[in-house]
């Protein structure tokens, strides 16, 4: 893309994903010409499931990556623009506000949409990227239905993990709660919950050091996970079909360089109307959302930071 630095756009939605495709979808069928910043990983974190089985519309299961594709091309139906690139920097210390973008370009607009989503934290294993959605998740709701009746692990001591290992012990026959420390990190009615389900048990002062699996078919198929125990450092092969690693996600928001107000951990904070401390400036999806991170909660938050952009615009007398 080529500025024009006279150029001043109505929105420019950085970030791709359910937000930020339908809040695309919305503003171009206002005909508010969106431009989408698509960033490195086009389509977000659902461009690495293998099956979305949850989201409205698809009785038999949906593909990650195909139903990202639909959303896309919807968008580009009704004439959103989109650059493949990523936005390195926002300056929204006055309006219009200034971005520029990794291939170079400077960009001018009167509002903006932050769709970066989060990335979940890894273990670093090996293994971890061999069976990838193969056995190994991040996301007990978007996942968990492929384990019904079988043995999983859950790694994580906080309320993610503990609220992870209870979900899945309502589909699978065996959880195992994997933890390095000797007592959960959980509030006491999370940790309770768990550790009083007959189908969830505990290892303390474990690690997993790795992901095993079976390479010989089509696809790869997670089979079990080396463990080490930290006390008397013995270790053994632990037999599973899925490890959901549960030790919390990173909002992306690093390149905004603290310009906006954010919560402890990051996500930035929002309004009733997902907006964000700076008038003119929205977020919708997991860079602001740490509690239900679902792609059909990502695309409602879409949807409402697009209806209030034209909102904004309108009031401002901005656009007819």
């Known amino acids: 893309m080529t500025s024009n630095s006279n150029e001043i756009r109505n929105v420019v939605i950085v970030g791709s994903g359910p937000a930020g495709w339908t ?8 005909n508010l010409s969106p431009v989408v910043y698509a960033g490195a990983q086009v389509g977000g974190q659902l461009t690495t499931t293998t099956e979305v089985e949850n989201f409205p519309g698809f009785p038999e299961g949906r593909d990650g990556p195909e139903l990202m594709a639909d959303m896309e091309a919807q968008a580009k139906r009704y004439g959103t623009e989109i650059v493949y690139e990523e936005i390195e920097s926002i300056d929204a210390k006055s309006s219009p506000f200034t ?17 970066t989503g989060a990335s979940p934290k890894m273990l670093g294993l090996p293994g971890e990227k061999t069976f990838w959605s193969r056995g190994v998740h991040t996301c ?55 550790l009083k389900n007959s189908k969830i048990e505990p290892l303390w002062n474990t690690v997993v050091e790795d992901v095993g699996g079976d390479l010989s078919g089509k696809f790869p198929k997670t089979t079990h996970l080396k463990l080490k125990n930290l006390k008397d450092n013995s270790r053994n092969d632990l037999p599973v079909d899925a490890m959901f690693v549960a030790i919390g996600h990173t909002p992306n928001t690093k390149f905004l360089n603290g310009a906006f107000t954010a919560d402890e951990n990051g996500y930035l904070i929002v309004n009733d109307a997902q907006e964000t401390n700076i008038e003119g400036v929205y977020a919708a999806g997991d860079v602001h959302d740490h509690v239900y991170r679902q792609a059909i909660t990502a695309a409602g938050y879409g949807c409402k930071a697009a209806l209030e952009v034209e909102r904004y615009l309108t009031r401002k007398g901005l656009v007819g």
């Not at 809040?23 to 206002?30: K, T, V």
Request: charged residues 25%; proline residues 0%.
């Open 23 to 30: 809040a695309a979808i919305y503003l171009s069928r206002a």
């Open 99 to 115: 971005l520029k973008a990794g291939g170079g370009a400077v960009i001018k607009a009167h509002t903006i949409i932050i769709c």
């Open 140 to 194: 007990a709701v978007c996942d968990g239905g492929f384990y019904r009746g079988k043995t999983v692990a859950v790694v994580g001591g906080g309320d993610s993990a503990t609220e992870e290992a209870t979900y899945l012990a309502k589909l699978a026959q065996k959880v195992y709660l994997i933890h390095r420390r000797e007592e959960l990190r959980a509030s006491k009615i999370m940790a309770e919950r768990a």
